[in-house]
């Protein structure tokens, strides 16, 4: 048992520097790829990427290393900006890795300064020529957009029960301590934050914007909850 253990012990102690240098060798991979992107250093991306490469972008196209290449060009002038990549997860398994990094941006936009983060997965495949990536994915992370404050009077108008079309739900909005706060079939209340005077999200779930209705008169006639190009309509009772 003793040798056994011993065994396990020494191939743990062998297998994990290999790991480690892989881990940091597809890290400093990523990263010189990532720091090609605004000088347009199109000799970086395909050293590093397969020619069976299945690349699907945060604006929902999808391409092969012949595609994605042809995107690598210098940024025009007037834009410049620094990524710095950090390793979230890793996974080894034979001579092949996944890792998921977050892309941190900065960007500088004609004289104002942006960030963005993104989330990027990546499958890799040790070649004999070195780690090559096969598979990447980019999702945009997102964030809450910047909140207006409304005087309680005109957040007052949006008080009320709301409910969906030929249907059951309801939502219940009601103006308490300055803030409108809305409850979905009577669980616990969210604060709504105003983006615009008739567009509000609930913080941390920013991917759904609550956009008021009116009719001729002016009169609050109900809400939509958008969802990319797609709205929930939701009708004013009371």
């Known amino acids: 048992m003793k040798k056994v253990l011993y065994a396990i012990c020494v191939v743990t102690l062998l297998a994990t520097p290999a790991l480690a240098d892989d881990r940091a060798v597809i890290t400093q991979q990523e990263q010189e790829m990532v720091?090609?992107?605004?000088?347009?250093g199109v000799a970086v991306w395909d050293k590093y990427l397969d020619p069976d490469l299945i690349y699907a972008e945060e604006d929902g196209s999808y391409k092969g290393k012949a595609e994605m290449l042809k995107e690598i060009q210098p940024l025009p002038k007037g834009l410049s900006g620094e990524i710095k990549v950090v390793l979230l997860s890793y996974r080894e398994d034979g001579n092949t890795a996944v890792a998921l990094f977050r892309q941190v941006e900065t960007e500088h936009y004609f004289g104002q300064t942006i960030h963005a983060n993104y989330l990027t997965n990546t499958t890799w495949k040790k070649r004999a020529d070195g780690w090559k990536q096969i598979e990447g994915q980019v999702l945009a992370e997102r964030t809450d957009p910047p909140s207006i404050a409304l005087p309680t009077a005109e957040l007052q108008k949006f008080a009320g029960t709301y409910k969906l079309r030929d249907s059951e739900p309801t939502y219940a909005l009601a103006v308490t301590d300055g803030k409108l706060m809305g409850s979905k079939n009577g669980r616990k209340p969210a604060e709504w934050k105003?983006?615009?005077?008739?567009?509000?999200f609930i913080p941390g779930d920013n991917?759904?914007?609550?956009?008021?209705?009116?009719?001729?008169?002016?009169?609050?006639?109900?809400?939509?909850?958008?969802?990319?190009?797609?709205?929930?309509?939701?009708?004013k009772l009371s």
Do not use: C, H, L, P
Request: hydrophobic share 40%.
């Open 35 to 40: 720091d090609a992107v605004a000088s347009g």
């Open 194 to 200: 105003a983006e615009t005077r008739d567009v509000f």
């Open 207 to 235: 991917r759904i914007r609550k956009i008021f209705q009116y009719d001729a008169n002016g009169k609050v006639t109900g809400f939509v909850e958008r969802r990319e190009s797609w709205d929930i309509v939701w009708e």
